[in-house]
Structure formats: C-alpha cells, structure tokens
C-alpha cells in the first residue's frame, strides 16, 4: 500500500535561514512524489514533482526538493525562507497505475522575521 | 487554482438537509477528485473518477455522493447520513494515468458548516 509520512506537524525557521520539509514515503515499485503548498482558504497549489532523472528537483519559488531512493524520502528545501513562505506543505505519491494520490498530513511552515 | 471552480466558496446546512458542491474544469482532464479536510489530518479521499460514467470510492465515501455525466463536471452530494460533515472540501483534476504522471490541479474550496 502507498503511504506518505510528513514526520513534523509544525517547522519554524528564521527568515533568511534555510528551511527543509520532511516526507518519507511507502510504495510499491517506483515512486512519483509531488509536493504542494496551501494557503489559508485556499486550494493547494503544486511545487515540484519527480518523476525520474536528476534527484534534485528544481520547482515554483525557489523551492527544490531531493529525492533520497535508499532512505525513501523526498525532503522538501529552500536556500532562504521569506516570510510569504509561511503555508501548510503538503508531499503526495502517486500510484503507479490508475489515478490515485496519497497525501501526508501536512506540514505547518512558519517564518519568523 | 487556475481551470477548476468550486462553488459555493461557503455553504451552511441545517441537520438533515442533503446538500450539493458543485466542482467544475476547463482543463480536459480525464480524472477528477473529492477530498475533505479538516485540521491535523489531510486530505482524506471520498470519491474519484477516471472517467465518465464511473466512479470509486475513497477512504471515507459514507455519508456522500457523487455523479460524472459530463467530463468538465463531479458533483458531491454530502447527504443527511453524513454525521459530522463540517469540513472544508477540495476538489482536483489530473490528465490521468494514460497521459503521463502528472500532478493534481486544485479548485478552490468549499467551507461547509452544519448549523
């Protein structure tokens, strides 16, 4: 069964210091993983994905995440965290065949100015 | 949240009252999703379609609805069985499978609060 774990509910980072995101996650055969970001009263919007290829990710606002196959994780990152960055992060795998998605629990980022 | 609406953006129901949220997209997608969430747990799955004329239940299909006459269309029903439906529900498209492994696109949300 596909599972993601997001290990801390809440991260608080100063801005301008890096942050990083946790997800780890359970699948069967190779992994699409997706990362996605929520405003409040909001949809979530899509960050980055991988797929294949290049472990690190390049995605929307600087963000980036890296793939890790042997620790099953896909750890969300920014070099330098601004407060507009204050969401709830969300990581989600795909199935390999059919449509499914799986969502971790969310993530509360915070940055202190 | 660009080519799927949701609408209303808030709605109210009385205890026993079927209600209905309505989720459209301009996109062309093949698939398309139901998720309620509430705080500290997600996005929990309720319904998905791959297709028109098909449907399947998710993790927590009791006590709702669904209909896919139309590609562009997925209404929820959140019926009168629904115990605790007080959420805030998102519903997303996605090309599906066949055309790659693309990401969910997301609407913007309906708050529903029972009175």
């Known amino acids: 069964a596909q599972s993601v774990a997001q290990p801390e509910d809440q991260v608080n980072v100063a801005e301008g210091n890096p942050l990083t995101v946790k997800c780890t996650y359970s699948?069967?055969?190779?992994?699409?993983l997706f990362w996605y970001v929520q405003y409040p009263n909001r949809g979530l919007q899509f960050l980055l994905k991988?797929?294949?290829?290049?472990?690190l990710v390049k995605g929307s606002y600087g963000f980036e995440a890296e793939f890790n196959k042997s620790q099953t994780s896909f750890h969300l990152k920014k070099p330098s965290a601004l407060v507009s960055d204050s969401a709830l992060y969300f990581c989600?795998?795909?199935?390999?065949?059919?449509?499914?998605?799986?969502f971790g629990t969310g993530t509360s980022l915070t940055v202190i100015p | 949240d660009g080519g799927i609406t949701q609408s209303p953006k808030y709605l109210f129901r009385k205890e026993g009252q079927n209600v209905t949220l309505s989720c459209e997209q301009n996109?062309?997608?093949?698939?398309m999703y139901w998720y309620r969430q509430d705080p500290g747990q997600g996005l929990r799955l309720i319904y998905y379609?791959?297709?028109?004329?098909?449907?399947q239940k998710g993790d927590i299909a009791e006590g709702y609805s669904v209909s896919r006459e139309k590609k562009e269309s997925f209404p929820l029903t959140v019926t009168s069985a629904q115990k605790n439906p007080t959420a805030f529900y998102l519903c997303?498209?996605?090309?599906?499978?066949?055309?790659?492994?693309?990401?969910?696109?997301f609407g913007p949300g309906t708050r529903l609060t029972v009175l």
């Open positions: 997303a498209s996605s090309p599906g499978a066949h055309r790659g492994y693309n990401e969910q696109f």
């Open positions: 699948v069967s055969g190779n992994p699409y």
């Open positions: 991988y797929i294949t290829g290049d472990n």
């Open positions: 989600a795998v795909r199935e390999i065949t059919g449509n499914q998605f799986y």
């Open positions: 996109l062309n997608h093949d698939a």
């Open positions: 379609s791959q297709i028109v004329n098909d449907f």
